[in-house]
């Protein structure tokens, strides 16, 4: 008898195939039979009803590190579908982590991905310092597959201490860090992530950006040994660098015999050649042998943020940020202050006009407020967008929020034939950070609504593919991504006319109810994740904790 029969599905197994009509039979959290009629008894019977069955979708690009361990479901990601998550990017990671470094890191991460209080203060338990420790911690609490980095900025910091953030590391403190590396890739890490841009809440460079190409090249030969994945944030705001950090990047992979990958690549209408540019240099390093693949996200990106916390929104403002990173009170009493205001504003229109017009009030006490530009707004009250910003806050004791809408990225005739692209590796969707700001998530329904659907840039099975096997060979994530007999049995099972990105929900299932956002799905009918049903249209989640730490 099969745990899990799945009749009358549109088989798309991942490989890229045309679709097939069949059944599915899973026993033992393996697949059985994949194809033809199976007049077989089952535990649990799935009438796909002639929707898609396609293998898990697997996210490369996550800072679902924290929520984990509250969430080991890791809300919403199986509603999407995803049945494989890779966290610890961008340099950083719980894990390795000496007990006396756990607050400064907590403050990156808070800085760097805008992942409030309540996703640490209270929301685990701190068992851990070593990466197996922090796996282990993991373990028995997840309901999807977790394929975690180890983040180089936590590896300075447990060699060199406070040094870590300020010079180059010795010859011993590489040697300890190779070390540390290797343990951790013993442990089950996929790969090290690394970054070029990020930064404190002091506005200091995050340890990583420390390291010297001598640091990061005898690291890479750890990963060699291994044949993992080196995973990069460029300086993504420059083409010239990206394209810099590209040739180096295939430099370490050919002389390693190592993957790469960096994000985000972003079509950006202030760069409108950034993406040609950047293919074109991938395209031949590709010629040359080497593994460098750039991950293009499939959304545009929404800023939603008000006030009350300091959003990355005002990072190219360093007035701004710095009071919004104040105590409340004092935040408060700088906004009210005539100088300061003025100071604030000025600073804004220093090239001859305020860039915020186009900004829209999301929430308000004033209903009359809500989807109006803060240029509208400031024709109406006299004054600029930024005095509207300030103006608006102050009277609504930070209440009020504002949202930049599709900053870039939003131009279907010019992504999808991006998201087509044999050399680009779909991803970046950053899940589980600035959960406080906008919903991060609904990359692939928007893959699939967007760009197989109404642009039909990708066919079906092609975006299927580029979600689960093509991603799973990036990453060397094994048994996973293809729908063949004796594999893992993570299947989605979707509709093809209505799966999409649903609506941005502010939903309080943090630790002590903090508010977060996260976009609800559509047209997904059921996720099962190593043989058991974790979510489905019917019934939600389910208590299944068939999730495991995926170990290349």
């Known amino acids: 008898m099969l745990d899990i029969l799945i009749r009358n599905g549109r088989i798309v197994d991942g490989t890229g195939i045309p679709a097939y009509h ?37 996210d490369p690009h996550t800072h679902f590190d924290a929520q984990l361990l509250w969430d080991g479901q890791a809300r919403p990601a199986l509603e999407h579908g995803v049945t494989t998550v890779v966290h610890g990017n961008c340099s950083l990671s719980l894990a390795p982590l000496k007990a006396a470094h756990r607050p400064r890191l907590v403050r990156m991460f808070q800085q760097i991905e805008e992942m409030p209080d ?28 977790v394929a975690p980095l180890a983040g180089h900025s936590p590896l300075r910091m447990w060699v060199m201490g406070e040094e870590a953030q300020g010079r180059a590391a010795t010859p011993d403190e590489t040697r300890a860090m190779q070390q540390l590396l290797r343990e951790c890739l013993e442990a089950g890490a996929i790969g090290l992530s690394t970054s070029y841009v990020d930064f404190d809440e002091n506005m200091r460079p995050v340890p990583s950006r420390y390291a010297h190409a001598e640091e990061l090249d005898a690291l890479c030969s750890v990963l060699g040994d291994f044949g993992r994945m080196l995973q990069v944030v460029p300086e993504f705001y420059s ?22 990958t960096f994000s985000p690549l972003f079509d950006s209408v202030t760069m409108p050649a950034n993406v040609s540019r950047v293919l074109d240099r ?17 959304r545009p990106i929404d800023i939603s943020f008000s006030f009350e916390v300091a959003s990355l929104f005002f990072v190219t403002q360093p007035m701004w940020y710095m009071i919004l990173r104040l105590p409340r009170e004092q935040r408060l009493a700088a906004f009210r202050d005539a100088a300061t205001r003025k100071s604030l504003i000025d600073a804004v229109e220093a090239g001859g006009s305020s860039p915020w017009g186009e900004l829209r009030v999301r929430d308000s006490a004033d209903a009359s407020l809500i989807g109006r530009t803060l240029g509208d707004i400031a024709e109406e009250r006299g004054g600029s967008p930024a005095a509207v910003m300030i103006d608006l806050s102050v009277e609504e004791d930070f209440g009020v929020h504002f949202l930049s809408a599709s900053m870039g990225h939003d131009d279907p005739s010019r992504v999808g034939p ?40 990708l066919s079906l099975e092609h975006a299927v593919r580029k979600i689960t096997s093509e991603t799973a060979q990036i990453w060397g994530i094994p048994d996973r991504g293809l729908l063949k007999p004796g594999a893992a049995a993570d299947v989605v099972v979707f509709d093809p006319e209505t799966i999409g990105r649903g609506a941005e929900l502010p939903v309080t ?3 002590e109810n903090g508010m977060r956002y996260v976009r609800d799905a559509s047209g997904i009918d059921a996720v099962i994740v190593n043989g058991e049903v974790a979510w489905s249209a019917a019934d939600g989640y389910t208590e299944a904790t068939s999730g495991n730490v995926v170990l290349p």
């Open 22 to 58: 069949g059944d599915l039979g899973i026993e033992g959290g393996r697949l059985r039979q994949v194809g033809g009629h199976l007049n077989v008894d089952a535990r649990h019977m799935v009438d796909a009803g002639g929707h898609v069955v396609a293998p898990g979708f697997i």
């Open 118 to 145: 309540a996703a640490f203060d209270g929301a685990f338990e701190w068992t851990w310092e070593a990466f197996d420790a922090y796996v282990d911690a993991l373990r028995g609490r997840l309901s999807l597959n």
């Open 239 to 260: 083409t010239d660098i990206t394209i810099a950090r590209i040739d180096q990047l295939a430099e370490l992979s050919l002389a390693h015999g190592i993957p790469t």
């Open 282 to 298: 991938v395209a031949e390093q590709f010629a040359r042998g080497a593994r460098v693949w750039p991950q293009v996200q499939t």
């Open 418 to 457: 991006t998201l087509a692209n044999d050399l680009v590796h779909v991803g970046a969707s950053d899940a589980g950070a600035h959960i406080q700001s906008f919903a991060t998530y609904g990359d692939t329904g928007y893959l699939f609504d967007r760009f197989v659907r109404d642009g039909r840039y």
């Open 509 to 511: 299932d943090m630790p």
